[in-house]
C-alpha cells in the first residue's frame, strides 16, 4: 500500500535562508508525487507535481523538488525563505490508473521568522 | 482563474442531524473528491466521483454518508446521521480528466462542528 510520511511536523527557517521539507514515500508501483500548499483559511494549492518525467520538477513560488528513486524520496527545497512563505505544506502520492486517490503526508507548518 | 467553491465554510450541527456541503467544482472537470482532515490529523481521501457514479470510497464512507451531483454545477456530500467524531475540515476537489497525474483543484474547505 501507499503512503507518504514527512519528517517534521513544524519547521523554522529565517528569511533568506534554505528550506528543506522532508517527504519519504512507499509504493509498490512508480508513483505520483504532489506537494500542495495550504495558507490559511485557503484550500490546498498545488506547488509542484512529480509524474516521471524530470526527476527535479520546478514549481511555483521558486520551490523544487526532487524524485529520488533509491532514497524514496521527494524533498521540496527553496533556496531562500520569504515571509509570504509561511504555510502548511502537504506531499501526496497518487494512487490508480484513473482519477487516483491522494494519499497525504501528516503535513509540515513552515514558519518564517524576520 | 477558474476555482473551487464550497459553501457553508463553517456548519455546526447537533450529533444525529443530517448536513449537506456543497461544492461548485470547476466547470470542465469531470472527476470530483471530497477528503476531510480531522484537526491534528491527515487529510484522508473520502470518495471520488465521475460520470454520476462513485469510482472509489475509503473506509470512512460508510452507508452514512453520501454524495450527488444534482445539477450540472453542485456536487455534495451528505452525512445523514452526524457523529461527534465526524467533526473535521471537508475539502472538495475536482480535476479535468480521469488520471493519476492529474491536477486536483481543491476548494477551501467546510469547517463541520458537531456538537
Known amino acids: 500500500a501507499q503512503s507518504v510520511t514527512q519528517l517534521g511536523s513544524h519547521v523554522s527557517v529565517s528569511e533568506g535562508a534554505l528550506v528543506l521539507l522532508r517527504c519519504n514515500y512507499s509504493s509498490s508501483v512508480p508513483p505520483y508525487l504532489f506537494w500542495y500548499v495550504q495558507y490559511p483559511n485557503q484550500g490546498l494549492q498545488l506547488l509542484l507535481k512529480y509524474t516521471s518525467a524530470a526527476t527535479l520538477v520546478k514549481g511555483i513560488n521558486g520551490f523544487e523538488a526532487e524524485f529520488k528513486k533509491s532514497e524514496t524520496s521527494f524533498h521540496l527545497t527553496k533556496p531562500s525563505a520569504h515571509m509570504s512563505d509561511a504555510a502548511e505544506y502537504f506531499c501526496a502520492v497518487s494512487v490508480g490508473n484513473q482519477g487516483g486517490k491522494l494519499i497525504f503526508g501528516q503535513g509540515t507548518e513552515l514558519s518564517v521568522k524576520p | 482563474e477558474p476555482e473551487v467553491t464550497q459553501t457553508p465554510s463553517h456548519q455546526v450541527t447537533q450529533m444525529g442531524q443530517e448536513v449537506i456541503l456543497r461544492c461548485v467544482p470547476i466547470s470542465n472537470h469531470l472527476y470530483f473528491y471530497w477528503y476531510r482532515q480531522i484537526l491534528g490529523q491527515k487529510v484522508e481521501f473520502l470518495v471520488s466521483?465521475?460520470?454520476?457514479?462513485?469510482?472509489?470510497k475509503s473506509e470512512i464512507f460508510d452507508d452514512q454518508f453520501s454524495v450527488e451531483r444534482p445539477d450540472g454545477s453542485n456536487f455534495t456530500l451528505k452525512i445523514r446521521s452526524t457523529k461527534l467524531e465526524d467533526s473535521a475540515m471537508y475539502f472538495c476537489?475536482?480535476?479535468?480528466?480521469?488520471?493519476?497525474?492529474?491536477?486536483?483543484?481543491f476548494g477551501p474547505g467546510t469547517r463541520l462542528t458537531v456538537l
Open positions: 466521483f465521475y460520470n454520476n457514479e462513485i469510482s472509489e
Open positions: 476537489a475536482s480535476s479535468e480528466l480521469a488520471g493519476s497525474t492529474d491536477t486536483q483543484y
